[in-house]
C-alpha cells in the first residue's frame, strides 16, 4: 500500500514538472523568434535547469512475488467445481430414470475412456453418458 501512495506522489510529481516544462517551452519558442542573439542566449540559459540525480525517480519492483496463493485457489475452485459437476450428474441421472431413460450410469468417465471403445455405445440424451442394458 505504501508503494502505491508513494506512486502516486511521483504521478502528481511528474504532472508538475510536465506542466513546468510545457510553460518553459512555451517562453523558449518566443525567445527564438529574437532578433537578439546574445539576449537569446542569456536568457534561454536560465531556462534551463538539468535535473539533478535526486531528483529522478526511484520505484521498486518486488522481483520475489509469489502466486503460489493464487494456484491454490485455483486448484481448490477447480475441486469444488469438479464437485458440484459429480453432484449435478447424479441429479440429471436421477431425472432421466425418474422419465423412464433407464441405464442412465451416475459413474464417472473421463473422455478419453469413452473413445477407446470401437463399438458405437447409447448415451442418455440428457446426460450423454453410456445406457446400461435393463437386465
Do not use: W
Request: hydrophobic share 30%.
Amino acid at each position: 500500500m505504501a508503494e502505491v501512495s508513494r506512486a502516486e506522489g511521483l504521478l502528481e510529481r511528474l504532472e508538475q514538472e510536465i506542466a513546468e516544462l510545457k510553460k518553459k517551452d512555451g517562453e523558449l519558442e518566443q525567445l527564438s523568434h529574437t532578433e537578439d542573439h546574445i539576449h537569446f542566449l542569456q536568457i534561454s540559459k536560465s531556462l534551463y535547469v538539468p535535473p539533478g540525480p535526486g531528483d529522478l525517480p526511484s520505484i521498486t519492483i518486488n522481483p520475489h512475488i509469489s502466486f503460489e496463493a493464487v494456484r491454490k485457489r485455483v486448484s481448490e475452485l477447480k475441486e469444488r467445481l469438479e464437485d458440484v459437476c459429480k453432484n449435478e450428474m447424479s441429479k440429471i441421472c436421477k431425472a432421466c430414470r425418474a422419465v423412464g431413460i433407464y441405464g442412465c450410469s451416475t459413474e464417472t468417465r473421463k473422455p478419453s475412456e469413452a473413445r477407446g471403445t470401437a463399438a458405437k455405445v447409447e448415451t442418455c440424451p440428457l446426460c450423454m453418458k453410456p445406457l446400461q442394458k435393463k437386465l
